[in-house]
């Protein structure tokens, strides 16, 4: 998958406590997406994010998420106090540029179950 | 709101056949790219098709986009084993936010040895 690497790849909460979900994009990608696959769903697009700059939140719900990509190390989604609608898996994905045709790659993903 | 519908939902054929997939909407994208994403793993990129009436060739594989940037098809001749996974499209939108890729909810392919 192009080099995008996501830990933890399989992660279980229980309701009320924090998922922190990380990527490393590909070696020079600065552009950095996150997106969510419910069960049965196809993927939403979340959070738009360059190095230290949130660029489109829009996608992302307004309480307990939120995410950062800061100027050293990895990108973080964290999603505080889940709920069992939380779970779903969380593909991250990276670009050397703001376009996405044909350049955008994305990591195996998270999985984020919620008892 | 833009939105992708896949059919079928569901492909189940046997080693050698040939199908067709599809992906439509009302609406128009700058681009369309078809990934391939298999059980547990990440989406991995097999085309992008830009231009309206574009047709491309990846080994078994044919994507065409059509005339009004609107659909688009897949097509695998001699299905293997191999190919079995879950297919989806994505548009790239045509306003300003490109960067939102909207995804259908993907063929699910199983080719029977």
């Known amino acids: 998958n192009a080099g995008v690497m996501q830990n933890p790849r399989h992660l279980v909460r229980r309701r009320g406590q924090e998922a922190r979900l990380r990527c490393s994009p590909v070696k020079g990608h600065s552009h950095v997406y996150w997106y969510r696959q419910l069960p049965e769903e196809g993927l939403k697009f979340m959070v738009y994010l360059q190095k230290e700059n949130i660029i489109d939140e829009s996608g992302m719900p307004k309480e307990r998420f939120s995410a950062e990509f800061p100027k050293e190390g990895p990108s973080i989604l964290r999603i505080q106090q889940v709920v069992r609608g939380d779970s779903a898996a969380y593909f991250c994905a990276s670009s050397p540029t703001g376009q996405v045709t044909g350049e955008l790659f994305f990591g195996e993903g998270s999985r984020l179950t919620v008892l | 709101t833009q939105l992708l519908e896949q059919s079928p939902q569901f492909l189940s054929i046997q080693e050698g056949e040939n199908l067709t997939v599809y992906c439509n909407s009302s609406?128009?994208?700058?681009?369309l790219q078809w990934y391939r994403q298999e059980p547990g793993e990440g989406p991995v990129l097999l085309v992008t098709v830009v231009t309206g009436g574009e047709v491309k060739k990846l080994k078994r594989l044919t994507f065409q986009f059509g005339d009004a940037r609107k659909d688009s098809s897949l097509h695998i001749t001699a299905a293997q084993p191999g190919d079995t996974g879950l297919y989806l499209c994505a548009g790239e939108n045509s306003g300003g936010s490109n960067y939102k890729l909207t995804f259908g909810k993907g063929t699910l392919l199983t080719v029977n040895p």
């Open positions: 609406s128009v994208f700058s681009s």
